[in-house]
T-cell receptor, first 116, second 114 residues
Framework: GAVVSQHPSRVICKSGTSVKIECRSL??????MFWYRQFPKQSLMLMAT?????????EQGVEKDKFLINHASLTLSTLTVTSAHPEDSSFYIC????????????FGSGTRLTVV | AQTVTQSQPEMSVQEAETVTLSCTYD???????LFWYKQPPSRQMILVIR??????QNATENRFSVNFQKAAKSFSLKISDSQLGDAAMYFC???????????FGKGTLLTVNP
């Protein structure tokens, strides 16, 4: 079945630094990828939608200058948390679809970001 | 805007018994898709079952089945012969329109008692 690889699984960074999270579709072309944030015991909150070769569409309230999303190829999307602060600590999950989302969404295994 | 409501924050079931998780949604779209996802402690999102709105027949996947009531905008998940491995957070999700976004409910934490 479809597989999405997300790295790193855990990262600890110092406040003020940037961290990049990668999301790769291993066996299909992901025309559309999504980035979510999940707080403990809560649901997934959509941060942005990225389509290959175009700018990401951010949800209301998500700072696009802090959460930079790049979707340069059909198999790779990256989320960069810039100038990270402790309040950015969270669980980040990506998902991908080949373009027709109705055929399903495959999720990465998530990244636990801790900013110290 | 589409919304998904899961009114049961927590549910419990005895092993081998049956449990039903509730989900309602609100949409003005006529064509859409509904999903149930399972998130175990590993936090990996796993697709349990999906339903196309244009299909009247309820989807089934082994021990998992749905009761899809389009007019009532209800999409419940039934788990039969519950197993210890079914213990997880279950999210109901909706996708419709042209942007393929998934809208999630708040989740139901399912506990399976031996």
């Amino acid at each position: 079945g479809a597989v999405v690889s997300q790295h790193p699984s855990r990262v600890i960074c110092k406040s003020g630094t940037s961290v990049k999270i990668e999301c790769r579709s291993l066996d299909f072309q992901a025309t559309t990828m999504f980035w979510y944030r999940q707080f403990p015991k809560q649901s997934l909150m959509l941060m942005a939608t990225s389509n290959e070769g175009s700018k990401a569409t951010y949800e209301q309230g998500v700072e696009k200058d802090k959460f930079l999303i790049n979707h340069a190829s059909l198999t790779l999307s990256t989320l960069t948390v810039t100038s990270a602060h402790p309040e950015d600590s969270s669980f980040y999950i990506c998902s991908a679809t080949p373009g027709l989302g109705f055929y399903g969404y495959t999720f990465g295994s998530g990244t636990r970001l801790t900013v110290v | 805007a589409q919304t998904v409501t899961q009114s049961q924050p927590e549910m419990s079931v005895q092993e081998a018994e049956t449990v039903t998780l509730s989900c309602t949604y609100d949409t003005s779209e006529s064509d859409y898709y509904l999903f149930w996802y399972k998130q175990p402690p590993s936090r990996q999102m796993i697709l349990v079952i999906r339903q196309e709105a244009y299909k009247q027949q309820n989807a089934t996947e082994n021990r998992f089945s749905v009761n899809f009531q389009k007019a009532a905008k209800s999409f419940s998940l039934k788990i039969s012969d519950s197993q210890l491995g079914d213990a997880a957070m279950y999210f109901c999700a909706y996708s419709g329109g042209s942007n393929y976004k998934l809208t999630f409910g708040k989740g139901t934490l399912l506990t399976v008692n031996p």
